[in-house]
């Protein structure tokens, strides 16, 4: 639907994106995005990533018209929020990060009055497919207030979805979601993703976001502080680490790492962080060699997105 004939190169382009909101009663005005740029690839399954306040419900937000920007630009599949409103809304589903489902509505209702909403005609909606889709078919008939959390979580995502938006967004839509809805949600997710609908994503479960996206931006304090391939963002640390079991105990300090992280482990292991760019694995043996020890065994770890992000919002 509303896809222009080519589609765009760029699922969302935010240009200079910027919003204050005013404080409320005696407090201070909050500036949550700060001229941010961001350009989220179409087809892709993008990342945001940030601590708490960091501003990506305002983005999300400000895309979905729940809150009014104070700046910039905004293009939705081409179509800029304030000039072309209409195919923009048309054009994204969002998943919010606050659960808001009428409790006197039942699963199979709520889809049907959203459909309504967007002008999905009768003939058009696939109601029954979507609830299946996210596990709520058994569910269509009961009274929405009586569904767990992790329900109310997956009416939200096939509500997002009954215009079939070429984009779907997420906030924390695994916040308080247990591990089998969560697996069976990402299963959802991921064959939407297959079937060419562009994701994104916000959550504070990097391994998920790890597993899951291909880009990942990382938002702190209202700025974009890095925005490249996840595997890229992965090898910016360049850092390992060397642990190794000596054969018998140490004490430390040990003579001849005072360039390198050292760590005790309590396991009686010990741990060199190193630059991968400054010093390489045969030169830590030998190292270790010289200062009589013994290895037992060893193993390397290698950085993670937490790692990544710790570094950057530090
Ligand atoms: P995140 O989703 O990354 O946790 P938010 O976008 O929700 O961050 O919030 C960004 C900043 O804006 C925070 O400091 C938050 O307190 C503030 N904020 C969010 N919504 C409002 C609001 N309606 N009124 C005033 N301040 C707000
Ligand atoms: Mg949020």
Known sequence: MLAPASPPDNAIEARGLDKTYRGQGKGKPVHALKSIDLVIPRG????????????????????GGLVVKSGGTAKIWGHDI??????????????????????????????????????????????????????????????????SGGMKRRLLVAKAMVHSPPILVLDEPTAGVDVDLRRQLWDHVRELHAQGVTIVLTTH????????????????????????PTSKLISRLDQKTLVVTPQAPLTPPLAGFEDITFAMRPTGAFALTYKTSQHSVEELLDRI??????????????????????????
């Open 44 to 63: 892709s399954f993008f990342g945001l990533l940030g601590p708490n306040g960091a501003g990506k419900s305002t983005f999300i937000n400000i895309l």
């Open 82 to 147: 304030d000039t072309d409103t209409m195919n923009a809304r048309g054009s994204i589903g969002i998943v919010p990060q606050e659960i808001n489902i009428d409790p006197f509505f039942n699963p199979q209702e709520a889809l049907e009055i959203q459909a309504g909403y967007y002008g999905v005609p009768k003939s058009e909606r696939q109601t029954e497919k979507i609830l299946r889709a996210v596990g709520l078919w058994e569910k269509r008939d009961a009274y929405a207030r009586t569904l």
């Open 205 to 228: 479960y990097l391994e998920e976001a790890q597993e899951l996206c291909d880009t990942i931006a990382i938002i702190n304090h209202g700025s974009v502080i890095a925005c490249e």
């Open 289 to 314: 060699r010289r200062a009589g020890i013994a290895i037992k065994d060893l193993s390397i770890e290698e950085p993670d997105l937490e790692d990544v992000f710790v570094e950057l919002t530090a």
